[in-house]
């Protein structure tokens, strides 16, 4: 354990020399890990041999990377509440885009009606500029706004800067239990009521996930639905465990992409996004961790962003339906993005 100054500095150094690592942070957790070592770069398929940190894409047909640790530090960060800030960020970038997102969902919606289509995942990304001299200091940031969050940077010379903090967990695999999450709808404020149309998309996800395990696993278990908070916004979320003489690569394989992040049926919604999505999602809605052939800590890459330079990229999105509104929609994209805007936005 090092102290904070040192861990700091030494993330600074490593960016300034063009090498990778990853450094993180579990949820609720005070110690954050800095590792460095060995890229691969491939398929998951290719990695059951291997062991590491894996930063994979959302689409499967591409390749990812796995880091094998050689070099580890660590400190401890602990959450400063006076830093704590809760006002909602307004960038008029995001205007410009409301029109066309607001005909894509409505697009959608008509699709999802006239189709088999019970659920798809539409997103954006939008683009701002930033100060890349500040970027261990938006790390920080990103770390004191979300402590209940798995919070990471991830650096590659190929892909830049990535960083986020997201709420939702793929897949944890330990002995040959497997623990996995539906998450999905949103809500702003606790004392809002769900709606049909929010625990419709959840049981969507649930079911899915239940029916994708049902080959792989046995002992399935789902317990009772519940409301998380996820940075300034709320979810609905259950907790579904199983048992499995599988691979973390095969469980992998057959939960990633979850409706939570695409949609169902699967490949239909898949099909709908390359068609429609007017971007490429690259590592937003990918996943990332712990990864090892009979054990795994593998989370969703939601609430995220990429930095090339001063550039800045935030990607958003929401699940909808046959019931869903698009200009609900848009403005549940605009508090989704609340988490990585409160990160850049100087105060």
């Given at each position: 354990?090092?102290?904070?100054?040192?861990?700091?500095?030494?993330?600074?150094?490593?960016?300034?020399?063009?090498?990778?690592f990853?450094?993180?942070?579990?949820?609720?957790?005070?110690?954050?890990?800095?590792?460095?070592g060995?890229?691969?770069?491939?398929?998951?398929?290719?990695?059951?041999?291997?062991?590491?940190?894996?930063?994979?894409?959302?689409?499967?047909?591409?390749?990812?990377?796995?880091?094998?640790?050689?070099?580890?530090?660590?400190t401890?960060?602990?959450?400063d509440?006076?830093?704590?800030?809760?006002?909602?960020?307004?960038?008029?970038?995001?205007?410009?885009?409301?029109?066309?997102?607001?005909?894509?969902?409505?697009?959608?919606?008509?699709?999802?009606?006239?189709?088999?289509?019970?659920?798809?995942?539409?997103?954006?990304?939008?683009?701002?500029?930033?100060?890349?001299?500040?970027?261990?200091?938006?790390?920080?940031?990103?770390?004191?706004?979300?402590?209940?969050?798995?919070?990471?940077?991830?650096?590659?010379?190929?892909?830049?800067?990535?960083?986020?903090?997201?709420p939702e967990?793929?897949?944890?695999?330990?002995?040959?239990?497997?623990?996995?999450?539906?998450?999905?709808?949103?809500?702003?404020?606790?004392?809002?009521?769900w709606?049909?149309?929010?625990?419709?998309?959840?049981?969507?996800?649930?079911?899915?996930?239940?029916?994708?395990?049902?080959?792989?696993?046995?002992?399935i278990?789902?317990?009772?639905?519940?409301?998380?908070?996820?940075?300034?916004?709320?979810?609905?979320k259950?907790?579904?465990?199983?048992?499995?003489?599988?691979?973390?690569?095969?469980?992998?394989?057959?939960?990633?992409?979850?409706?939570?992040?695409?949609?169902?049926?699967?490949?239909?919604?898949?099909?709908?996004?390359?068609?429609?999505?007017?971007?490429?999602?690259?590592?937003?809605?990918?996943?990332?961790?712990?990864?090892?052939?009979?054990?795994c800590?593998?989370y969703?890459?939601?609430?995220?962003?990429?930095?090339?330079?001063?550039n800045?990229?935030v990607?958003?999105?929401?699940?909808?339906?046959?019931?869903s509104?698009?200009i609900?929609?848009?403005y549940?994209?605009?508090?989704?993005?609340?988490?990585?805007?409160?990160?850049?936005?100087?105060?």
């Open positions: 354990m090092i102290s904070k100054f040192k861990f700091f500095s030494e993330l600074n150094f490593l960016l300034k020399n063009g090498e990778s990853v450094a993180f942070k579990k949820p609720s957790h005070n110690k954050i890990v800095c590792q460095q060995d890229i691969f770069k491939g398929k998951i398929s290719e990695m059951s041999g291997k062991k590491g940190f894996v930063f994979m894409p959302f689409d499967t047909r591409e390749d990812g990377f796995l880091m094998s640790p050689k070099t580890t530090i660590e401890e960060f602990h959450l509440i006076s830093k704590i800030q809760n006002v909602d960020i307004s960038i008029k970038e995001f205007n410009s885009k409301k029109k066309s997102y607001v005909k894509y969902i409505n697009n959608t919606i008509s699709e999802i009606r006239d189709s088999g289509l019970e659920k798809v995942v539409c997103s954006s990304a939008f683009n701002f500029k930033i100060n890349s001299k500040l970027l261990i200091e938006y790390f920080k940031r990103l770390l004191q706004l979300n402590h209940d969050a798995f919070c990471y940077l991830f650096y590659h010379p190929e892909i830049g800067v990535w960083l986020g903090a997201t967990k793929l897949i944890n695999l330990d002995n040959h239990l497997v623990t996995t999450f539906a998450l999905a709808a949103t809500k702003k404020k606790a004392d809002q009521s709606t049909d149309k929010e625990f419709t998309e959840h049981k969507i996800v649930e079911d899915q996930i239940a029916s994708d395990l049902n080959h792989n696993c046995t002992n278990e789902i317990g009772a639905l519940q409301t998380i908070k996820a940075g300034n916004i709320f979810h609905l259950s907790v579904i465990k199983a048992k499995t003489n599988n691979s973390s690569s095969e469980l992998i394989k057959v939960l990633h992409p979850t409706p939570a992040i695409a949609g169902m049926p699967k490949n239909k919604a898949i099909e709908h996004i390359n068609k429609t999505e007017n971007y490429e999602r690259s590592f937003y809605t990918g996943y990332l961790g712990k990864y090892d052939k009979k054990s800590d593998i969703v890459n939601i609430r995220c962003a990429k930095i090339v330079g001063d800045l990229t990607y958003v999105g929401g699940g909808i339906t046959k019931d509104n698009a609900d929609e848009w549940e994209i605009l508090n989704k993005s609340q988490t990585m805007l409160r990160v850049f936005h100087q105060a």
